[in-house]
T-cell receptor
Framework: GAVVSQHPSRVICKSGTSVKIECRSL??????MFWYRQFPKQSLMLMAT?????????EQGVEKDKFLINHASLTLSTLTVTSAHPEDSSFYIC????????????FGDGTRLSIL | SQQGEEDPQALSIQEGENATMNCSYK?????LQWYRQNSGRGLVHLIL?????REKHSGRLRVTLDTSKKSSSLLITASRAADTASYFC????????????FGKGITLSVRP
């Protein structure tokens, strides 16, 4: 149980394009989802905490207008990288927590974003 | 900012040997968690140890926590080639479901 699906797994697009990444909890409801960014051979850096039905909480230094997060339902959060540029190329990973539980985060398989 | 710092950064061992990985952190925590990441994939939760626990076991995994030294260790016994992956420690300041701060990770290579 507690499966998190992330889509797409890989995307390559031109500079200036906006890219949407979906994070779905398949067999549980998630009131909280997290979005991370990971550079090659580095750690995960938390970008934002996504709460269902409310605005996301962004970490310091993360541009909220650049990385739009929508958590409109208990099973879906989306991250949109607006007007992406080569420096936005990275591995983006989401995680979700079963609602009202004290369980650890369950992670998706990540999205490899490459901006040309 | 990163909380956990693992060492060594890379570890190469022979199949069957034990692998020990260490993590240090800086601030008070509620719990510490270890995750595994295969190349290009998401993270898999391995084990969680709470601040009032000193040792925990799960299969071939053994985790210790020393809050006085702000450090934790992950021991994988009788390693297998399939254990080859990156391992991260992560700390949470409020419950198991709170946001995590990850360390830099350790790359473990298990030679068959």
């Amino acid at each position: 149980g507690a499966v998190v699906s992330q889509h797409p797994s890989r995307v390559i697009c031109k500079s200036g394009t906006s890219v949407k990444i979906e994070c779905r909890s398949l067999d549980f409801q998630a009131t909280t989802m997290f979005w991370y960014r990971q550079f090659p051979k580095q750690s995960l850096m938390l970008m934002a905490t996504s709460n269902e039905g409310s605005k996301a909480t962004y970490e310091q230094g993360v541009e909220k207008d650049k990385f739009l997060i929508n958590h409109a339902s208990l099973t879906l959060s989306t991250l949109t990288v607006t007007s992406a540029h080569p420096e936005d190329s990275s591995f983006y990973i989401c995680s979700a927590i079963p609602g009202n539980s004290n369980q650890p985060q369950h992670f998706g398989d990540g999205t490899r974003l490459s901006i040309l | 900012s990163q909380q956990g710092e693992e060492d060594p950064q890379a570890l190469s061992i022979q199949e069957g040997e034990n692998a020990t990985m260490n993590c240090s952190y800086k601030t008070s925590i509620n719990n510490l968690q270890w995750y595994r990441q295969n190349s290009g994939r998401g993270l898999v939760h391995l084990i969680l140890i709470r601040s009032n626990e000193r040792e925990k076991h799960s299969g071939r995994l053994r985790v210790t926590l020393d809050t006085s030294k702000k450090s934790s260790s992950l021991l994988i016994t009788a390693s297998r080639a399939a254990d080859t992956a990156s391992y991260f420690c992560a700390t949470a300041t409020t419950g198991a479901n709170s946001k995590l701060t990850f360390g830099k990770g350790i790359t473990l290579s298990v030679r068959p």
